[in-house]
């Protein structure tokens, strides 16, 4: 079945009003975070990764700092119908999906946003995804390893990478969705293309191992081939000398380690390697004094206090009243959304967390 949707428009004012600030008046979900076990793959506890949030304030206390201010952002800009039959069985792309991916690549054309800078474009596209359900393990589906295209629900690390790649393709009027079917297979297979780069080792689906599940190695192949810039540093970054090997001490959490035991040699090598590289963060205290060096759609990366873990979580930078706030994919919440406290109050909130890496998204 092929869907169709409907596109809802925004005024040029309010294109060059995001400059300033994210664009519809929509309420916001108090801050949310994701606790051991989630299965995000920004290397988390669970089946798809390795990663740790958890709450050091007690919730009656969550909302305190909060913004007063109400956000202005995209909001959902697709009307599309629900799908048909059993939509609990798991799948690695739907007719849905590509109707989503196509219609957000027609309706940022349509608004003339192919011409802002990819971070802006990054972070607008985001938030037309506010509201969309969290789900983990996503792309844990049974079988050998093959690309995932879900932007029907997301993890934290699946959200970044799938507005990274529409961010693009809005940006490449080579690929023309739905103008007939040649060119709609031209558009399905350029994302695929994308998608594949982000997520797996040099380009390449080749089993299990090779998908990037640590978040340094993505952020790390990420800049190497020019999908953005680790600016860390140049945010007065310092090193981080703990060893990372969070899956290879925790087979028992994820299946496809336990059905084939041979995978962990890989999983090691790769630790291995990451660990003997210099790893560079923000520490929780100075992502205040240094947040005016952010940008909207940078890719904000919480680096986690649990032994053996890189990243605990990402999200999206996105600018508020002189504040840089979250705008992600958490467990708490159960779906996309910006975070109601700012970033650096958000980041020493969270036991599970000590301070943030930055990659900025770069034109390619």
Same mark, same amino acid.
């Given at each position: 079945?092929?869907?169709?949707?409907?596109?809802?428009?925004?005024?040029?004012?309010?294109?060059?009003?995001?400059?300033?600030?994210?664009?519809?008046?929509?309420?916001?979900?108090?801050?949310?975070?994701?606790?051991?076990?989630?299965?995000?793959?920004?290397?988390?506890?669970?089946?798809?990764?390795?990663?740790?949030?958890?709450?050091?304030?007690?919730?009656?206390?969550?909302?305190?700092?909060?913004?007063?201010?109400?956000?202005?952002?995209?909001?959902?800009?697709?009307?599309?119908?629900?799908?048909?039959?059993?939509?609990?069985?798991?799948?690695?792309?739907?007719?849905?999906?590509?109707?989503?991916?196509?219609?957000?690549?027609?309706?940022?054309?349509?608004?003339?946003?192919?011409?802002?800078?990819?971070?802006?474009?990054?972070?607008?596209?985001?938030?037309?995804?506010?509201?969309?359900?969290?789900?983990?393990?996503?792309?844990?589906?049974?079988?050998?390893?093959?690309?995932?295209?879900?932007?029907?629900?997301?993890?934290?690390?699946?959200?970044?990478?799938?507005?990274?790649?529409?961010?693009?393709?809005?940006?490449?009027?080579?690929?023309?969705?739905?103008?007939?079917?040649?060119?709609?297979?031209?558009?399905?297979?350029?994302?695929?293309?994308?998608?594949?780069?982000?997520?797996?080792?040099?380009?390449?689906?080749?089993?299990?191992?090779?998908?990037?599940?640590?978040?340094?190695?993505?952020?790390?192949?990420?800049?190497?081939?020019?999908?953005?810039?680790?600016?860390?540093?140049?945010?007065?970054?310092?090193?981080?000398?703990?060893?990372?090997?969070?899956?290879?001490?925790?087979?028992?959490?994820?299946?496809?380690?336990?059905?084939?035991?041979?995978?962990?040699?890989?999983?090691?090598?790769?630790?291995?390697?990451?660990?003997?590289?210099?790893?560079?963060?923000?520490?929780?205290?100075? /992502?205040?004094?240094?947040?005016?060096?952010?940008?909207?759609?940078? /890719?904000?990366?919480?680096?986690?206090?649990?032994?053996?873990?890189?990243?605990?979580?990402?999200?999206?930078?996105?600018?508020?009243?002189?504040?840089?706030?979250?705008?992600?994919?958490?467990?708490?919440?159960?779906?996309?959304?910006?975070?109601?406290?700012?970033?650096?109050?958000?980041?020493?909130? /969270?036991?599970?967390?000590?301070? /943030?890496?930055?990659?900025?998204?770069?034109?390619?």
């Amino acid at each position: 079945m092929t869907y169709s949707y409907v596109l809802h428009g925004i005024g040029r004012e309010a294109r060059m009003l995001f400059m300033r600030a994210p664009l519809a008046m929509i309420p916001l979900l108090a801050a949310g975070c994701i606790g051991v076990g989630d299965g995000d793959r920004s290397g988390t506890v669970g089946e798809s990764g390795a990663s740790a949030e958890s709450r050091s304030t007690p919730a009656a206390e969550v909302d305190e700092g909060a913004t007063t201010t109400a956000f202005s952002y995209a909001g959902p800009v697709l009307d599309l119908p629900p799908e048909p039959g059993d939509d609990s069985v798991p799948r690695h792309e739907t007719e849905r999906d590509w109707a989503i991916a196509a219609g957000m690549v027609t309706w940022a054309r349509d608004q003339a946003l192919g011409t802002l800078p990819v971070g802006e474009l990054v972070a607008i596209i985001g938030t037309t995804f506010v509201g969309t359900p969290y789900e983990p393990g996503t792309l844990e589906l049974p079988g050998q390893e093959r690309l995932v295209v879900n932007l029907r629900t997301f993890d934290c690390v699946t959200f970044v990478e799938q507005v990274l790649v529409l961010a693009h393709l809005v940006r490449d009027e080579t690929v023309v969705p739905d103008a007939d079917p040649e060119s709609g297979r031209a558009f399905r297979d350029r994302y695929r293309e994308l998608l594949t780069e982000l997520r797996y080792r040099d380009g390449r689906i080749d089993g299990y191992g090779s998908r990037l599940h640590y978040f340094t190695e993505w952020m790390n192949q990420a800049a190497s081939a020019g999908w953005g810039a680790d600016v860390t540093e140049e945010l007065g970054g310092e090193a981080d000398p703990r060893p990372i090997r969070f899956m290879s001490s925790n087979t028992h959490a994820y299946r496809q380690l336990g059905e084939d035991p041979a995978l962990v040699a890989g999983i090691r090598a790769v630790e291995a390697r990451l660990s003997e590289a210099t790893r560079l963060f923000v520490p929780e205290a100075r /992502i205040a004094a240094v947040e005016s060096g952010i940008r909207n759609g940078d /890719i904000i990366a919480a680096v986690s206090t649990v032994d053996g873990l890189d990243i605990a979580h990402t999200g999206v930078a996105l600018r508020h009243d002189g504040r840089i706030h979250l705008l992600h994919a958490p467990l708490v919440g159960d779906s996309v959304e910006i975070s109601s406290r700012p970033l650096a109050d958000r980041i020493r909130s /969270i036991s599970g967390q000590k301070g /943030i890496r930055v990659l900025r998204p770069l034109d390619r």
